[in-house]
Nanobody
Framework: QVQLVESGGGLAQPGGSLRLSCAASGFIFSNYVMSWARQAPGKGLEWVSGISSDGSDTYYEDSVKGRFTISRDNAKNTVYLQMESLKPEDTALYYC????????????????????WGQGTQVTVSS
C-alpha cells in the first residue's frame, strides 16, 4: 500500500534552516507530482511547494519563494524540502502528498488533487 513518511522536523531559531524528507513507497514514485503542505495551529491546510515527476519543474507558494527549495531523488523514492531563513510564521505541521492523477505533470494547490498524505512532521520556529 502507499506510504509517505516525513522526517526532519524540529525546533529551529528564526533565520535557521531545516531539511524535511518524505520517503515514499507502494507506488511508482517517478510517475507522480509530489507536494508539501502545512497546517499551522488554528489554521487551515496550506499548500507550500510542489515538484513535477522528473524534478524539472518546481512550484512555490509566494511566502516561501526564495527561502524554500523542493527537490526529489527518484532513485531513492524521496522528496525533500530545504527550508532556509525560517520565520516564526513557518511554524506548522508539514505534510507531503502524492498527486492523484499522473497528468498534467504539474503541482496543484488544491488538497483534493492529492490522494495520499503522510502523517506530518512538526516544524517549530522560535527563539
Amino acid at each position: 500500500q502507499v506510504q509517505l513518511v516525513e522526517s526532519g522536523g524540529g525546533l529551529a531559531q528564526p533565520g535557521g534552516s531545516l531539511r524535511l524528507s518524505c520517503a515514499a513507497s507502494g507506488f511508482i514514485f517517478s510517475n507522480y507530482v509530489m507536494s508539501w503542505a502545512r497546517q499551522a495551529p488554528g489554521k487551515g491546510l496550506e499548500w507550500v511547494s510542489g515538484i513535477s515527476s522528473d524534478g524539472s519543474d518546481t512550484y512555490y507558494e509566494d511566502s516561501v519563494k526564495g527561502r524554500f527549495t523542493i527537490s526529489r531523488d527518484n532513485a531513492k523514492n524521496t522528496v525533500y524540502l530545504q527550508m532556509e531563513s525560517l520565520k516564526p510564521e513557518d511554524t506548522a505541521l508539514y505534510y507531503c502528498a502524492k498527486k492523484e492523477k499522473r497528468w498534467p505533470d504539474r503541482a496543484s494547490i488544491f488538497a483534493d488533487d492529492y490522494d495520499y498524505w503522510g502523517q506530518g512532521t512538526q516544524v517549530t520556529v522560535s527563539s
